[in-house]
C-alpha cells in the first residue's frame, strides 16, 4: 500500500480518545478564539515530559486562569501572580516561568489585539515556509521586558523562560512553537482549531518530538538522527508531498502511534495491528 494511504487512513482513524489523551483538549474547553489562543500557548508552553504529568500540570494551571485565559491573561499582574504559583513546578520550569509567560502574551496583545495578529506581524507569505517568521516571533517575545517578574531587565540565567521560545537560527526544532502554529492554523476538523486563517497551513512545520523522529525514519521520511530543525524541515518536505496544502495533518495521528498506542520502538505484538506496520522499518528480530 503507498505511504499516502496508509497516512490518510491514519489521519482519518483520529478520535476523542486521543484528544483526550494530548493538551490540545485544554483549548476545546473553552468556546471563543481569542480563549482559545491563549489556551493553546499555555498548553503546548508546557507540552513536553510524561503526556500525564503533562495535563496534570496544566489542570492546576487553567484551574487558576478560571473561565476565561483572555480575561485572565488581560488582567494579569505579575506580583499576584507570583503568589498565585509560587509552588508550580513542571519539570524546569517554576511559577517565574509562567508568570513570564503570562505576561509574554499579555504584552502581545496589548500591541496587536491577539495572539494571532502579533504572530502576523513576523509572518512573510512569501517564504517557503514558517522559519523567518518563527525566528522573529521568539526574538521578539524573549526581548520584551520581564523585569515586573524577574525583577531585573535581564532574564536570569537560573529561568529557563527562554525555553519556551527557541529559535530556529540556533537549531531547535522547536517542537513546542510548531504544535502551537499547528493546533491554530490548521482548519478546524475537531482536534485542531482554525483560528489563524491568514497563515497559511502549506507553511507549517511538523512538531518533531521523539515519537515524530523514530517514526518518521521507520517511515523513510528522514535518516537524521537528530532531532534539529533541518529534520523537522526534511520530514515535513516529505510529507508536503503527498499534501501539499496541508503537510502536517498527519502529526497528530502519528505522534498518538506513541502517545496513545504504545509505540516505543520495540517490536511487540501490537504491531501486528499498527496501521503503518507494513511500511514501517523498525528492526524485526
Known sequence: MEL????????????????????????????????????????????????????????AVFAVMGDSPRRFVETFEPAEGLQLFAG??????DGRD???????????????????????GCYDPLAD????????YSARILAFDY???????????DSYFPFFFPSPAAGSACKRLCMFLRW???????????????????????PVD????????????TARRQADWRTAREITAALRRLDPADPVKYDFALCHLGISE????????????????????AERP
Open 4 to 59: 499516502k494511504t496508509v497516512l490518510d487512513n491514519l489521519y482519518a482513524s483520529r478520535s476523542s480518545r486521543h484528544l483526550a489523551n494530548d493538551p490540545l483538549s485544554f483549548c476545546h474547553r473553552y468556546r471563543t478564539a481569542e480563549d482559545r489562543e491563549i489556551a493553546a500557548l499555555v498548553a503546548s508552553s508546557l507540552a513536553y515530559g510524561n503526556v500525564k504529568i503533562i495535563l496534570r500540570s496544566l489542570a
Open 262 to 281: 504504545g509505540c516505543d520502538g520495540s517490536v511487540r505484538p501490537a504491531c501486528r495491528e499498527c496501521p503503518v506496520a507494513e511500511l514501517c522499518g
Open 210 to 221: 521523539t515519537h515524530i523522529h523514530r517514526i518518521g525514519r521507520n517511515l523513510g521520511l
Open 88 to 93: 508550580f513546578k513542571h519539570r524546569f520550569n
Open 147 to 157: 523585569a515586573p517578574v524577574f525583577g531585573t531587565p535581564v532574564i536570569p540565567d
Open 184 to 206: 491554530v492554523v490548521r482548519p478546524a476538523d475537531g482536534i485542531d482549531l482554525g483560528l489563524w486563517k491568514e497563515v497559511s497551513p502549506a507553511k507549517l512545520v511538523i
Open 98 to 120: 509562567l508568570c513570564a509567560l503570562f505576561l509574554a502574551a499579555r504584552t502581545m496583545i496589548e500591541e496587536a489585539d491577539t495572539l494571532g495578529d502579533y504572530f502576523l
Open 129 to 136: 515556509d514558517i522559519t523567518p517568521a518563527l525566528t522573529e
